[in-house]
């Protein structure tokens, strides 16, 4: 009874993940109507069924997971493709919709399904999450995230996490060259201590400019010049969207200081927390952040859903937010009065 409820459960968050690929792979081959259509299911059904559908409060079960984490990350590539080729070939509005829809796709769906590859242990899987992120020309994510971002969450030594009266348009840059510097920091002090360099060849910082250089030299094998500007252009619209969700879901949320100035544990209060039924399926359970932040070794599956009273919730869902948070006024109005209404453990005085 138990598996065939969990194969139900896994079904939701496949065909909330790829059927929308299915409308951009056929609309980079077959016109624009099947990428406007794609592009509504992302950037409006999304949302309204979020707004419209009760709290997502379903249990985490340990069961399935790995298999459509599997076939997401084997898919990205070939849709990572077709979008390049799409936005520089096809006539303007195609290519905008193009641009959108694959970009959103790869932003929610190939992002998160990455960032719970880097956290699964095997090799194999962790290269797979590290090839996509260098395919979107952030592979250095691979390795920042887990060694520094889940170290030093919710304090000033994580540049993922905005403090109180951050905008997302000063976050976005401090994040990703805080991010890359950490990350390159972290990789040459795990050489240092094997007794190697950081020009040593497993540095793992080369892997990831050849996963970049590679895509550029796929998006010109497709297209040109205009096939490397795609790629890029892609890369960056999907790299921004992780960023904005870290900005989302830690902004404002604060360790306290125990001994010797150390922080005091990662706990469910050091991310928001965000409980709808349609973008925490697209997202693979991202949106249940604070579960797995505290408890980084959980697979997608078994992340729980807090209640508010366990983890900060957020006051609509994660691609809300993070839209908001492209309009810093009202962005602040809304969630600096909601860090107000925390314990005082939670809050940020910036």
Same mark, same amino acid.
């Given at each position: ?123 194999? @899987?962790? %290269?797979?999450? =590290?090839?996509?992120? &260098?395919?979107?020309?952030? /592979?250095?994510? $691979? !390795? #920042? ?75 010109? @094998?497709? %297209?040109?010049? =205009?096939?490397?500007? &795609?790629?890029?252009?892609? /890369?960056?619209? $999907? !790299? #921004? ?110």
């Amino acid at each position: 009874m138990l598996e065939r409820r969990m194969n139900r459960r896994t079904a939701s968050y496949a065909a909330v993940t790829l059927v929308p690929a299915l409308l951009l792979a056929a609309g980079a081959r077959a016109g624009g109507g099947w990428l406007w259509a794609a592009l509504g299911l992302i950037a409006l059904a999304v949302p309204l069924v979020d707004a419209l559908a009760p709290p997502d409060r379903t249990a985490g079960d340990e069961t399935g997971g790995n298999g459509l984490s599997l076939l997401l990350g084997l898919v990205h590539f070939p849709m990572l493709g077709l979008g390049i080729h799409a936005v520089a070939t096809a006539p303007k509005a195609t290519a905008l919709a193009a641009f959108l829809g694959f970009g959103l796709w790869l932003g929610q769906v190939s992002n998160a399904n990455a960032h719970e590859l880097i956290h699964r242990p095997g090799r194999g @899987l962790q %290269a797979l999450g =590290a090839a996509v992120f &260098a395919s979107h020309l952030f /592979g250095h994510h $691979a !390795t #920042a995230h887990p060694g520094v971002h889940h170290v030093h969450v919710a304090t000033a030594r994580d540049p993922n996490s905005a403090p109180r009266g951050m905008s997302a348009w000063a976050f976005l840059p401090r994040a990703w060259g805080g991010s890359f510097a950490a990350g390159w920091r972290l990789a040459t002090a795990r050489l240092a201590a094997r007794g190697q360099s950081a020009w040593h060849p497993t540095n793992p910082y080369w892997a990831y400019g050849a996963g970049a250089l590679a895509t550029l030299a796929t998006g010109a @094998l497709i %297209a040109g010049a =205009a096939g490397i500007v &795609a790629a890029a252009g892609l /890369g960056l619209y $999907a !790299t #921004a969207q992780l960023l904005i969700g870290d900005y989302v879901q830690h902004y404002g949320l604060r360790r306290a200081e125990g001994p010797k100035g150390r922080a005091t544990p990662v706990s469910p209060a050091h991310s928001w927390n965000a409980a709808h039924w349609a973008s925490t399926r697209l997202m693979l359970n991202a949106p249940r952040h604070a579960d797995h932040h505290a408890h980084p070794a959980r697979p997608w599956p078994a992340l729980r859903s807090l209640p508010p009273a366990e983890a900060p919730e957020l006051p609509a869902s994660l691609p809300v937010m993070s839209t908001l948070a492209l309009l810093p006024p009202l962005w602040f109005r809304v969630m600096d009065a909601r860090l107000d209404r925390l314990p005082g453990a939670g809050r940020c005085a910036g």
